[in-house]
C-alpha cells in the first residue's frame, strides 16, 4: 500500500501562488509516475501535471507557463508550485501516484480556492 498526504491549499487572491506538497509513505518503489489532477465544482477530474521516476514531465495545456511540478526523492514528496493562479484554477486538488501495473493511489485532495 501507498500513502499520500497533500497539503499546502488555501485562499488565494487572482494572480497569487501556492505551493502543494504530496508526501509519500509506504510501498513505494514500485511507482513510477506522480501526479497532481483537479476537481472543479461541477466537473470531471482532469490532469494538471504529472512527473515520472526518470524526470520526464507533463503538463496540461491550461497550466503550462504558470505551474511547476518537481520532486524531492530525499523526501518522498512531489511539489506542484503555482503561480499567476486564476479563479478558473480553483478546485481540489489531488495526488495520484501510479504503478506500471496500472495500480493507481490517490489521496484525499487539498482545496484550492483563488478570488477575483
Known amino acids: 500500500q501507498v500513502q499520500l498526504v497533500e497539503s499546502g491549499g488555501g485562499l488565494v487572491q487572482t494572480g497569487g501562488s501556492l505551493r502543494l506538497s504530496c508526501a509519500a509513505s509506504?510501498?513505494?518503489?514500485?511507482?513510477?509516475?506522480v501526479g497532481w489532477y483537479r476537481q472543479a465544482p461541477g466537473k470531471q477530474r482532469e490532469l494538471a501535471a504529472t512527473i515520472t521516476t526518470t524526470g520526464r514531465i507533463n503538463y496540461a495545456d491550461s497550466v503550462k507557463g504558470r505551474f511547476t511540478i518537481s520532486r524531492d526523492n530525499a523526501k518522498n514528496t512531489v511539489y506542484l508550485q503555482m503561480n499567476s493562479l486564476k479563479p478558473e484554477d480553483t478546485a481540489v486538488y489531488y495526488c495520484?501516484?501510479?504503478?506500471?501495473?496500472?495500480?493507481?493511489?490517490w489521496g484525499k485532495g487539498t482545496l484550492v480556492t483563488v478570488s477575483s
Open positions: 509506504g510501498f513505494i518503489a514500485k511507482i513510477n509516475t
Open positions: 495520484n501516484a501510479a504503478q506500471n501495473s496500472g495500480i493507481n493511489y
